[in-house]
């Protein structure tokens, strides 16, 4: 089942000796991690073991938002909205980025004031986000069917093009002088005196002082070969894009049994608003505890299966030798098959809400797999155990919106200069010093 079209970026045929800093992974997590650290005017070599964007960054639903975020990602995504604003002229490319509003639609009283308790997070961000009565979301949108209580409007969130941004990002971090390396696996990390030294590449060697690690949902792979316990889980989401139409929402909506963004190109991305797909796999016993209090909160969501994704992650090496080939190299692109259903669902009950939908032609399905971790926060952070190494990874299915800031906040860190936003929340030592693991959002 082919993925998404994603703008091709073409690799650098030479493989540089030495940098200062290896980032791992080529979606826009580790792209805007490269772009931050080449303008600060380090070396900088983007490892990716496929194609730059082929996974998650270019499968999500495309949403740049800071409604119903995780009150811990708040203030990194106020930095990001401020980031996306600009970047497009910033990297002279086109991300597709539009100030569009997202509306979080209320089906009922309790829904309504527990959107309204949220949006107190926004106060002092002087940021457009208000409640909308049933009157006035129906005044917005006068051909909708839509029953709801009422709705959270916040016209500051916006949309880009996922199959254009990380490419995007990427050519503009190597106009910056950074070396793009693609089909470039990276097996290992190297040290030297207990702080990293390098790392070693399907292609060879790169001498290096740090190392990001930006590998999405093959993060904790990795991090496990060097005894590093990341607890992390993989959540299919599956999508469809319609053909151009006429007469559709221009905010994107989340609904319960929905969610839709506008497309660049006039057509629509619809998914399912909540129900995701969760393969049973060995690490599913192994994080188990760790994700115990997700579940007992999220399971109405979750849709679990048990199917040859268990065996293909079996079969995973979990060691393997710096000169053999690593798992990375015998699976470039994470394609799960998207659930037919699920999609299909979605578009029936958007064409309830929304009748213009009726006339939607299906141009493509796909389905992405989301890095989750227990509390749907991300890690960015240095990793105090190995000198040099740094993670940004886990961003649970908002990663896209927030990935510019991420960036930023994970260079910041990488130079020890003052960070963009106070990193606490995302530290790696979290997951073993103790601290209670909160679920604060569902979304």
């Given at each position: 089942?082919?993925?998404?079209?994603?703008?091709?970026?073409?690799?650098?045929?030479?493989?540089?000796?030495?940098?200062?800093?290896?980032?791992?992974?080529?979606?826009?997590?580790?792209?805007?991690?490269?772009?931050?650290?080449?303008?600060?005017?380090?070396r900088?070599?983007?490892?990716?073991?496929?194609?730059?964007?082929?996974?998650?960054?270019?499968?999500?639903?495309?949403?740049?938002?800071?409604?119903?975020?995780?009150?811990?990602?708040?203030?990194?995504?106020?930095?990001?909205?401020?980031?996306?604003?600009?970047?497009?002229?910033?990297i002279?490319?086109?991300?597709?980025?539009?100030?569009?509003?997202?509306?979080?639609?209320?089906?009922?009283?309790?829904?309504?004031?527990?959107?309204?308790?949220?949006?107190?997070?926004?106060?002092?961000?002087?940021?457009?986000?208000?409640?909308?009565?049933?009157?006035?979301?129906?005044?917005?949108?006068?051909?909708?069917?839509?029953?709801l209580?009422?709705?959270?409007?916040?016209?500051?969130?916006?949309?880009?093009?996922?199959?254009?941004?990380?490419?995007?990002?990427?050519?503009?971090?190597?106009?910056?002088?950074?070396?793009i390396?693609?089909?470039?696996?990276?097996?290992?990390?190297?040290?030297?005196?207990?702080?990293?030294?390098?790392?070693?590449?399907?292609?060879?060697?790169?001498?290096?002082?740090?190392?990001?690690?930006?590998?999405?949902?093959w993060?904790?792979?990795?991090?496990?070969?060097?005894?590093?316990?990341?607890?992390?889980?993989?959540?299919?989401?599956?999508?469809?894009?319609?053909?151009?139409?006429?007469?559709?929402?221009?905010?994107?909506?989340?609904?319960?049994?929905?969610?839709?963004?506008?497309?660049?190109?006039?057509?629509?991305?619809?998914?399912?608003?909540?129900e995701?797909?969760?393969?049973?796999?060995?690490?599913?016993?192994?994080?188990?505890?760790?994700?115990?209090?997700?579940?007992?909160?999220?399971?109405?969501?979750?849709?679990?299966?048990?199917?040859?994704?268990?065996?293909?992650?079996?079969?995973?090496?979990?060691?393997?030798?710096?000169?053999?080939?690593?798992?990375?190299?015998?699976?470039?692109?994470?394609?799960?098959v998207?659930?037919?259903?699920?999609?299909?669902?979605?578009?029936?009950?958007?064409?309830?809400?929304?009748?213009?939908?009726?006339?939607?032609?299906?141009?493509?399905?796909?389905?992405?797999?989301?890095?989750?971790?227990?509390?749907?926060?991300?890690?960015?952070?240095?990793?105090?155990?190995?000198?040099?190494?740094?993670?940004?990874t886990?961003?649970?299915?908002?990663?896209?919106?927030?990935?510019?800031?991420?960036?930023?906040?994970?260079?910041?860190?990488?130079l020890?200069?003052?960070?963009?936003?106070?990193?606490?929340?995302?530290?790696?030592?979290?997951?073993?010093?103790?601290?209670?693991?909160?679920?604060?959002?569902?979304?």
């Amino acid at each position: 089942m082919p993925g998404p079209y994603v703008v091709p970026v073409h690799g650098d045929a030479e493989l540089p000796k030495e940098v200062d800093v290896v980032v791992i992974g080529g979606g826009i997590i580790g792209t805007s991690t490269a772009l931050e650290l080449a303008e600060a005017g380090l070396r900088v070599a983007l490892c990716e073991k496929g194609g730059i964007g082929q996974e998650q960054s270019s499968r999500n639903w495309g949403w740049v938002r800071i409604s119903r975020r995780d009150p811990r990602e708040v203030p990194l995504m106020a930095e990001a909205l401020r980031i996306w604003s600009n970047l497009d002229k910033r990297i002279e490319g086109d991300t597709g980025y539009k100030r569009a509003g997202i509306i979080f639609t209320c089906a009922n009283a309790k829904e309504y004031a527990d959107h309204a308790r949220w949006n107190r997070n926004l106060e002092g961000y002087q940021l457009d986000s208000r409640m909308l009565s049933k009157a006035e979301f129906n005044a917005m949108f006068p051909g909708s069917n839509l029953p709801l209580e009422g709705a959270l409007y916040t016209s500051n969130d916006g949309r880009a093009e996922p199959q254009k941004a990380a490419p995007a990002i990427a050519e503009a971090a190597r106009r910056k002088g950074a070396s793009i390396l693609t089909e470039c696996a990276v097996r290992g990390i190297e040290t030297s005196g207990g702080k990293v030294s390098g790392v070693i590449t399907e292609r060879g060697a790169i001498a290096c002082t740090s190392v990001v690690l930006a590998g999405g949902a093959w993060s904790s792979l990795f991090a496990g070969m060097f005894g590093l316990r990341l607890p992390q889980l993989k959540v299919m989401n599956s999508v469809l894009r319609t053909k151009p139409l006429e007469g559709g929402p221009e905010q994107a909506i989340w609904s319960n049994g929905f969610a839709l963004r506008k497309r660049q190109d006039g057509g629509y991305t619809i998914a399912s608003g909540h129900e995701n797909v969760v393969d049973i796999v060995p690490k599913s016993f192994q994080f188990a505890l760790d994700f115990l209090p997700a579940l007992s909160k999220e399971w109405r969501s979750l849709k679990f299966r048990l199917g040859g994704r268990f065996y293909d992650e079996a079969r995973l090496s979990t060691r393997w030798r710096m000169d053999e080939p690593s798992p990375f190299e015998y699976c470039r692109v994470l394609d799960p098959v998207p659930s037919k259903k699920l999609s299909d669902l979605a578009l029936a009950n958007l064409t309830k809400a929304f009748p213009v939908f009726a006339q939607a032609q299906i141009a493509q399905r796909w389905a992405g797999y989301i890095d989750v971790t227990p509390d749907a926060v991300p890690v960015i952070s240095a990793i105090d155990a190995i000198p040099g190494f740094h993670m940004a990874t886990g961003f649970s299915g908002h990663g896209f919106g927030i990935g510019p800031a991420a960036g930023r906040l994970m260079a910041d860190i990488v130079l020890g200069r003052a960070p963009i936003v106070d990193a606490h929340n995302f530290r790696f030592s979290r997951f073993s010093d103790g601290s209670k693991i909160e679920i604060i959002s569902g979304f």
